[in-house]
């Protein structure tokens, strides 16, 4: 099959729904062998991404099934809403469980099934840019997320496996959905380009991060926003 992900090999976490099962949906229309990963059993195989032994099961049967690891997505996240003096430790450690050691222990997981010019890509947010009220632990995770990135990027610059990371703005997801379904037309009058992001949008910078398109690109911040952070709102 031809396309610029022709022959790559790619694990996409997070994949049932939403960002994630765009992002399969256009890895394989490039030409990749996708598998698609969730906690839910609607992707093509089960996996919470908080387990390092399940991490093991997951590449082990992709390694041995096509040899290699050429990309891996950490797209899989959780949120929860609650005033800082209200989270409990349970869901603050739920929230960074899930959005920041997932993303270690799969780097941990296929880094050393991953030929050279790979490319992992961490999917963070732009809570990772700026605090957001009431999601102090989504927050702390995806700010996190941020440095992990970077620092990654430079430990695995000497075997040519690339890490670079989004920073979606306001989506439509399942994970905003009661946010979005609500308030579109005021969220999309403050954006400069005037709508929300689709699923399709992050998928699209997935893809040119996976590609050869990206091969001098490490240690990026890609930021897909509709310019929410180009400047001053629209008044």
């Excluded at 229309?29 to 609607?42: K, R």
């Excluded at 380009?193 to 997935?206: K, T």
């Amino acid at each position: 099959m031809s396309g610029r992900l022709a022959g790559k090999v790619a694990i996409i976490t997070g994949a049932a729904s939403g960002q994630g099962k765009s992002e399969v949906d256009a890895f394989r229309s490039e030409g990749a062998i996708v598998i698609g990963t969730d906690i839910s059993t609607e992707a093509d195989q089960q996996l919470d991404v908080t387990d390092p032994h399940k991490w093991k099961i997951v590449v082990d049967e992709v390694v041995q099934e096509h040899g290699k690891i050429d990309v891996l997505v950490n797209n899989a996240g959780v949120l929860s809403y609650a005033n800082v003096e209200d989270l409990t430790f349970n869901e603050f450690q739920n929230v960074m469980n899930v959005n920041l050691f997932g993303a270690f222990h799969g780097l941990q997981a296929v880094v050393p099934h991953m030929p050279p010019g790979s490319s992992i890509i961490n999917v963070s947010s732009l809570s990772g840019l700026a605090g957001q009220q009431r999601a102090s632990a989504y927050s702390s995770s995806k700010f996190a997320l941020r440095g992990f990135s970077r620092s990654a990027a430079l430990d695995l610059a000497s075997k040519n496996i690339r890490v670079n990371a989004i920073f979606p703005g306001v989506i439509r997801t399942p994970m905003i959905s009661y946010v979005v379904d609500e308030h579109e037309e005021h969220l999309a009058q403050g954006l400069p380009l005037g709508r929300i992001g689709e699923p399709s949008d992050i998928a699209a910078v997935a893809v040119f991060l996976a590609s050869d398109d990206s091969a001098w690109m490490t240690g990026a911040e890609l930021v897909v926003d509709g310019g929410q952070t180009a400047g001053v709102p629209k008044l």
